[in-house]
């Protein structure tokens, strides 16, 4: 006698019901770039991330709206400002443009679920997530209460959750604390926790404008090569109060999603980020690849590895065509 496995693939209806690992629409997270200016255009296509634009305030009210109509239950917001200065001010200005695009989100779609993205790399001169030196170093500790006035500020507007991605130490509990202390005890904090030094963030930093003009981001983003370097970090957020964490980008790091999962009894998200869609799409428009059984055989090994939420730039076109 053997196993006689395929007794549970023979129909469709049967597979589905033998299943272990399912998609819902609850578990995704879409991501909208925000663009200020009054004569900014509705949207703006990004070359580097076919399908995906930069929304004026009207145009992301426009797509945030249809993609609600489609099922979208949560989003996640980058701000692209008009000026940037070294401190990065227009992240923490009260009429800061993600802080208006919260405001306009939360009026208009008061169910959508708004997570907005806290780091200084957008709105700085420099294009890193911190201050920065006379050296070219950046600075950690004098960088975190900039950081934690972008997250009060974000919460100030109505975000409904805020997700800090900057990685210098400490700004998870100092971020906690300026929450804590001004009214917003109850408001979570997703952290990009695991946040690894990435090849795949191209066509974002292409998209955001986030760039760095000097140097990388090594020295505060992880080496790829190490999986028990972030579990440390990981460890230490929760510690510092994060309600969930994160690993990014998603998919060339499974191992350590899986590793999270086992280790940490803590919501767990995952980052499938620019690279990993454009490199789908792009094969996909080739004639290379099925794009929708790709994107969806992706998603699938990101949730069966652990992750909980998963934050996709698939998440519309998946929807619309009725695949989730």
């Known amino acids: 006698m053997f196993h006689r496995g395929r007794r549970l693939r023979g129909t469709a209806v049967l597979r589905e019901m033998t299943r272990e690992t399912r998609l819902h629409p609850s578990q995704l997270i879409m991501p909208y770039f925000v663009q200020e200016g009054a004569d900014a255009p509705e949207k703006t296509p990004i070359a580097a991330m076919p399908g995906q634009f930069r929304y004026s305030l009207r145009g992301l009210a426009a797509a945030a709206a249809a993609d609600a109509g489609l099922g979208v239950r949560s989003c996640l917001l980058f701000g692209i400002p008009q000026k940037k200065d070294a401190a990065g001010g227009g992240a923490y200005a009260a009429s800061g443009i993600v802080q208006q695009a919260v405001k306009l989100l939360k009026d208009t779609l008061p169910d959508l679920f708004v997570v907005t993205d ?15 030196d006379d050296n070219g ?42 929450l804590d202390e001004n009214g917003f005890a109850s408001l979570p904090v997703m952290s990009y926790a695991a946040k690894y030094a990435s090849a795949y963030y191209g066509p ?6 986030s760039a760095p003009r000097f140097g990388d981001r090594k020295s505060y983003q992880m080496d790829p090569a190490n999986r028990r370097e972030a579990l440390r970090e990981i460890a230490a957020d929760l510690e510092e109060g994060a309600d969930i964490i994160m690993v990014k980008p998603a998919g060339p790091f499974l191992d350590v999603i899986r590793e999270a999962r086992d280790t940490f009894d803590a919501p767990l998200a995952a980052y499938q980020v620019s690279g990993e869609y454009t490199l789908i799409k792009s094969a996909g428009e080739l004639g290379r690849i099925d794009e929708n059984a790709a994107a969806l055989e992706s998603l ?25």
């Open 118 to 132: 806290v780091c200084l790399c957008e709105y700085t001169d420099h294009g890193h997530c911190g201050l920065v």
């Open 300 to 324: 699938v090994g990101i949730r069966r590895a652990g992750a909980d939420l998963v934050i996709s730039y698939f998440t519309r076109d998946l929807l619309r065509q009725g695949l989730l």
């Open 204 to 209: 974002f930093r292409e998209a955001a404008g």
């Open 137 to 178: 170093s950046v600075l950690n500790d004098p960088s975190l209460e900039l950081l934690a006035r972008t997250a009060l500020s974000h919460a100030e507007a109505g975000a409904d959750m805020v997700a800090p991605s900057d990685m210098m130490d400490g700004r998870i509990g100092v971020i906690r604390t300026a």
